[in-house]
């Protein structure tokens, strides 16, 4: 079972910026939702994609061991604007919506179910805001928040959040975001945002430190 990571937080908070650490690292795989260059100067191996055939091929295909999906949210956006003018109205949306959850929750469960134990999959999304301020990842339809939380498939959550110029991960639940962690794999609320210390921290917590090469 490998173990997956989610990761959310608003546009321009770091989250793509956090692998600035993994480039040059035979450790770390990337597959792209959406075709964008990436904030930082050189490059990790990756393939860019919104079908999740591919990314399940790609996931367990990859020799590397820790693995980012990167704008994974988009999945469910591309999806629902390639096929939602497409469906019509009434049952055939409702069933695109269905389909939409279906796919996503099928993902995460390929992640933990189908993967090696040795692997951790980092999943990046936006985030969202509901109507009693509590922030949790943005998807779309009703089956994903009502009916799965996909925050709730994941023992790790971290938010991205920038301060005074600053780019931090929170590792816990704070003002009203879905932030958790283990106890005691991080020692502080507020953490840089480097998910490569992320990911050794991760490695050491469940004794997987023999898969860290550098």
Not at 36 to 43: C, T, V
């Amino acid at each position: 079972m490998a173990i997956p990571v989610l990761i959310i937080g608003r546009s321009g908070t770091g989250k793509t910026t956090a692998m600035r650490n993994c480039i040059g690292n035979s450790r770390w795989n990337l597959i792209k939702v959406l075709s964008k260059p990436l904030p930082f100067p050189g490059s990790i191996p990756c393939c860019t994609t919104d079908d999740y055939k591919k990314i399940c091929a790609s996931l367990a295909g990859s020799d590397a061991k820790s693995i980012v999906i990167d704008d994974a949210g988009y999945l469910l956006t591309n999806k629902f604007m390639k096929e939602h003018s497409s469906n019509g109205k009434g049952s055939a949306i409702f069933d695109l919506y269905n389909d939409i959850g279906d796919s996503f929750w099928n993902l995460i469960m390929f992640i933990m179910e189908q993967l090696p134990e040795d692997k951790i999959v980092y999943v990046i999304m936006h985030e969202d805001k509901n109507e009693h301020g509590d922030i949790a990842p943005k998807t779309i339809g009703r089956m994903l928040d009502e009916k799965v939380c996909v925050e709730g498939m994941f023992t790790i959550v971290l938010r991205a959040v920038s301060e005074m110029g600053k780019y931090y991960f929170i590792t816990q639940c704070d003002q009203g975001a879905v932030s958790k962690s283990p106890i005691g794999m991080f020692e502080d609320l507020k953490i840089d945002n480097d998910l490569d210390y992320v990911d050794k921290q991760i490695r050491k917590y469940y004794s997987l430190e023999g898969d860290i090469k550098k």
